[in-house]
């Protein structure tokens, strides 16, 4: 007979937990394995645009003909700034409003939409008419987004990084709390003249397989929405009530 009463309070809540858990954890879909294989999944190209500030270290065979550019720009032949100790906020080449980089002698050239490898092919060519051989490395100082909304941490984040995924700006952001949604988490991106909102669904494994979604994009925000508050408070409500049950059924029945 006690066997019976354990089991009719306990079924429940098991159950109960279990449903909840499914809700919390992440890609429930993915194969029940202790290896998973997913595909290699390339780098998406980032764009330059409005805004960015751009590392762009020039050499020749002349270095003190290559040494004026690399001055003017803020950043020296190795790598690391000059003046501003490569400073992410002032060193570099500013891409202006209307999408132009300004060099000297060659002025302004466009840089706004291109890739970092079509904008140094560019430059390659506008400068051969100063430099001989020159060599030219162009790279994004790094990569801003912001995360919103039902987060541990919210704000604005820069990484020094060229690729970002998801999950690391999630990490960044300290993570989702129990009371944030999971399957309704919304990116806003502005990039490359395109405006696009997408809908993340954290539980299942889908985000694992699309570029996309997993590589974040410089300026992308973040919005992860609340659970209901009623329907959080019910279910804590739920599992106190059942716990508090369980246990008073078993006191009370252990006595027999």
Known sequence: MKKIFYWVILIPIILSSCT???EL???NDLPDSNRVELPHMPQVERYVQDGDRLAI???AQDPAAAALFNTYGGISQSGAGTSNQ???ETSGYLVAPDGTIEFPYIGKVAASGLTAMQLKD???ILLAKYLKDPLISVKF??????VLGEVRSPGTYTLPLQRTTFLDALGAAGDLPTSAKRYDIQIYRDYNGKRTIFKVDLRKKDILYDAELFQVRHNDVIYVQPRDSRRFSEETRFYTSMITLAVGLIAIFSRF
Request: charged residues 15%; without cysteine.
């Open 20 to 22: 909840a858990t499914k």
């Open 25 to 27: 954890r992440y890609f």
């Open 57 to 59: 270290i020039i050499g």
């Open 86 to 88: 490569g400073n992410s």
């Open 122 to 124: 560019s430059l390659t």
């Open 141 to 146: 100082f790094q990569i801003k987004f912001t």
